[in-house]
Structures are given as C-alpha cells and as structure tokens.
C-alpha cells in the first residue's frame, strides 16, 4: 500500500511538473478544437486548459486559428 501511494504521488508529482511547463504550438493545436468546442458550449475553457489559454494570449498564430475555428464552429 506504501508502495502504490509512493507511485501515484511520482506520477502526480511528474503530471504536475509536466503541466507547469509552457506548451507550444503543436501541443496548443492537439487540443485547440476541444478548447474551442468548450467555449461554444459555455464552459470555461480557460480553468481547464489554462495552459492552451495561456499560449493563446501570448501567440498571434495560435490566436488567429482559434479566432478562425470559433468561427467555422459557430456557424454549424
Ligand atoms: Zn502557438
């Protein structure tokens, strides 16, 4: 039992190490449709992807396609 919470709190403690480090463009992109999916659902999308959040305000690319997919999704 030690043992297993020994290794569920390396696994959080890498998922943590993992999450605070800045995504990129190919990461931000993976999940820009699910981001943009949930904006147009009325959820919060930045409390749960903080990190795509954080890559959009900060990359005018990133931006411009996430400006252009809540368009074409809107309107379907
Ligand atoms: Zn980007």
Do not use: W
Not at 10 to 38: K, P, S, W
Not at 41 to 67: F, I, N, W
């Amino acid at each position: 039992m030690k043992a297993k919470s020994k290794k569920l709190t390396n696994l959080l403690l890498t998922i943590l190490q993992t999450y605070a480090r800045e995504i990129g463009c190919d990461t931000c992109f993976e999940h820009l449709d699910r981001y943009v999916e949930m904006t147009l659902a009325g959820k919060d999308a930045s409390a749960v992807m903080p990190l795509v959040y954080r890559h959009l305000q900060t990359c005018p690319a990133c931006r411009e396609e996430y400006e252009a997919l809540l368009k074409v999704l809107k309107r379907s």
